[in-house]
Every structure is written in C-alpha cells, then in structure tokens.
C-alpha cells in the first residue's frame, strides 16, 4: 500500500463545474496536509494546507480532512481552464520535515 | 517578496562526476528542504536542514548530502552521478508553521 494514494486521472470537468479531488494516506500519525498545484514543467505551488478535521476554505478552493478515514480532499469551484494542472496531495507527520507526496492526479478543465 | 531561488536552472554531467545545486529561502525562512522528481518516480524527500543542521533524511544513498550555511541558503551535493540520478531536484523553505515553498528546480541531466 502506497503511503498517500491519488487516483492520477485524467480527471476531466466543464469549466465552470466543481472539480473534486481525493487523497488516502496510510499513516495515522501524520499531523498536516497539504495540496500543490504543479503545471507541466514548473515547480509545485502551495494552494491549500489543513491541520484540523473539517473544511477550509480560500477563494475557490476548499480542502476537507477527515482523519478518521485517513481522506482528505480538494474541491475547486467555478473550475477555469487555467486550473489544468497536475495536483499533488502532500502529508507530513509530527517534526519529521518530510513531505509524503501521492503521485498526483491530472485535471483537465474543458472550456 | 521573492521567492526561494535555485541556481543553476539546468545543468548536464556525466556518469561519475559530482555537482552542486544551490537554494536561497524566502526571508525570514530557516528551514530548508531538498527534494527529488524522477521522471515516474514523484516527488521524493531528500533532507531537511534547520539552523544549520540535517535534522532529517530520506532514503537515499550516501553519496547526496548537503549543507545549510548561517545565511539559512544551502547546497545539495551529488557525488558518482548515475544515470539514475537525472532528475529535478526541488528546494523549498518554510518558517515556523512547515508550509513549504518550492524553488523553480534545478533540472539535471546526467549522460
């Protein structure tokens, strides 16, 4: 079993639609999650981070953690053409430093 | 507010020889973190440097090591490249609260 699983798509929506995006993770101890946003050829970029079971939301994005089912999603409202990217979900466990990656899921927004 | 900066942007070895990669942080950041992304392979934790000392490591061989200096930048060392290690090796920094910032990379191709 992979320590963070994301299923790597291409997860494809109309734009304008809500994109939802998943994440598993297999150690119960890890403390904050995180999603990047990588496109093709760049470097990640840090759009969400959450610590604490529930919502958080910025803008068009919300992240919820369910730490109990060891889940924790992405959900991109009014979905633009612009969000094509790679989206990498990240776990970290308690002062370890080390970002756990999934290997990513492709989104692809459909004008 | 500039951003983490990493030098050089791309680079070409061979087999055998040994490079240098090197990361400033963000201001006021002082920790540090090296990562790895193979073709295939996703994001992989390389090490962690805090206040000028490794303060964890991944798994990898010994012949990757590094350093942090007072200025809180810090360099990434690859010794008897393989042709394994090309890769886009990723800094990123973050200050107290372990949300990580990358770099653009250093791309390294290895012949």
């Known amino acids: 079993q992979k320590e963070v699983e994301q299923n790597s798509g291409p997860l494809s929506v109309p734009e304008g639609a809500i994109a939802s995006l998943n994440c598993t993770y297999s150690d119960r101890g890890s403390q904050s999650f995180f999603w990047y946003r990588q496109y093709s050829g760049k470097s990640p970029e840090l759009i969400m981070f959450?610590?604490?079971?529930g919502d958080k939301e910025d803008g068009r994005f919300t992240a919820q953690l369910n730490k109990a089912s060891q889940y924790v999603s992405l959900l991109i409202r009014d979905s633009q053409p612009s969000d094509s990217a790679t989206y990498l979900c990240a776990v970290m466990g308690s002062n370890t430093g080390k970002l756990i990656f999934g290997q990513g899921t492709t989104l692809q927004v459909k004008p | 507010e500039a951003g983490v900066t990493q030098s050089p942007t791309h680079l070409i070895k061979t087999r055998g020889q040994q490079v240098t990669l090197r990361c400033s942080p963000i201001s006021g950041h002082t920790s540090v973190y090296w990562y790895q992304q193979a073709l295939g392979l996703g994001l992989q934790f390389l090490l962690w440097?805090?206040?000028?000392?490794?303060?964890n490591r991944g798994n990898f061989p010994p012949r990757f090591s590094g350093r942090q200096f007072p200025n809180y930048s810090s360099e990434l060392n690859v010794n008897a490249l393989e042709l394994e290690d090309s890769a886009l090796y990723l800094c990123a920094s973050s200050g107290w609260n372990n949300e990580q910032f990358f770099g653009p990379g250093t791309r390294l191709t290895v012949l």
């Open positions: 440097y805090d206040e000028g000392e490794e303060r």
């Open positions: 959450i610590y604490s079971n």
